[in-house]
């Protein structure tokens, strides 16, 4: 005698296989880490090449200056550090031009003799931090205590607490601007980078500055960081030659006309 077959004891799922699933999350996947990526690219990515052209953001984060005046601002990054600070300040002196400091914390508790030459030299300095860190995705606390290490140092050395900003990299989140804008501080990227960090020649770090500069260009350079000796020898090619051209060299503060210090 046939068994019956029994009804309603059990159901085959009429739902996707285990393949199309598995599929969907590896779509899935791939589209959380391209956008993941993307968005890391863009918080900590480099100062892009057309720098020269973005919108500063006023009292907030700046990359250049006014396009209609020909002006130019010299930064010199991660220093002071014998004996290149040294080196560019007898430069500057014998060349009559004022230039910005972006001074870091560790490095002015080492030398604060050579942070307070750089001020009673009248050039304008900047706080890049206390040991250089990269801020993005940092918790504000991390970034206000490296602001604030950097500025007690700076300030024991040489009196003078800066208005100015600049992140390490250049790499700054909305979380780390309006921390630092919360003490106070104003960001200043650059719009023209040497990339002297390099080194590959003098003539080439003074080559590419010189190929890119514009009105209202903030040039960024390093006296500090390593061997800046290259640096020294392409900032006495500037000089002359954006001299030549018809720059005027400025400080920061002076380029956008904000005060240098609180």
Not at 15 to 26: A, D, E, Q, T
Not at 111 to 130: C, F, K, M, Q
Not at 204 to 229: E, T
Request: include cysteine.
């Amino acid at each position: 005698m046939r068994r019956q077959r029994k009804t309603g004891a059990r159901t085959t799922s009429q739902g996707p296989s285990v393949k199309v699933m598995l599929g969907i999350v590896f779509l899935l996947v791939v589209a959380c880490v391209a956008e993941g990526n993307y968005f890391y690219r863009e918080i900590t990515g480099p100062v892009p090449s057309d720098a020269d052209t973005l919108a500063n953001r006023k009292g907030v984060i700046y990359w250049h200056g006014d396009p209609h005046r020909k002006t130019v601002a010299l930064t010199f990054d991660d220093g002071p550090s014998a004996p290149y600070t040294t080196k560019i300040l007898s430069i500057l002196k014998a060349n009559d031009v004022k230039a910005t400091f972006f001074f870091l914390g560790d490095r002015v508790e080492a030398s604060p003799e050579l942070a307070r030459a750089v001020v009673e030299d009248g050039h304008a300095i900047g706080n890049h931090t206390y040991d250089h860190p990269s801020l993005v995705l940092e918790s504000a606390s991390s970034v206000r205590a490296q602001l604030r290490r950097a500025e007690n140092a700076i300030i024991a050395a040489t009196g003078v607490r800066p208005k100015f900003f600049r992140p390490p990299y250049g790499a700054a989140d909305s979380f780390t601007l309006d921390e630092a804008r919360r003490l106070g501080y104003v960001a200043i990227e650059w719009s023209n980078s040497s990339k002297d960090w390099l080194r590959p020649g003098a003539n080439a770090i003074a080559d590419r500055v010189l190929r890119q500069v514009k009105n209202g260009s903030i040039i960024l350079l390093h006296d500090g960081g390593g061997d800046r000796s290259q640096t020294v020898a392409a900032v006495t090619k500037l000089i002359p030659e954006l001299k030549r051209r018809g720059f005027e060299f400025v400080t920061v503060p002076e380029m956008l006309d904000i005060p240098a210090t609180f």
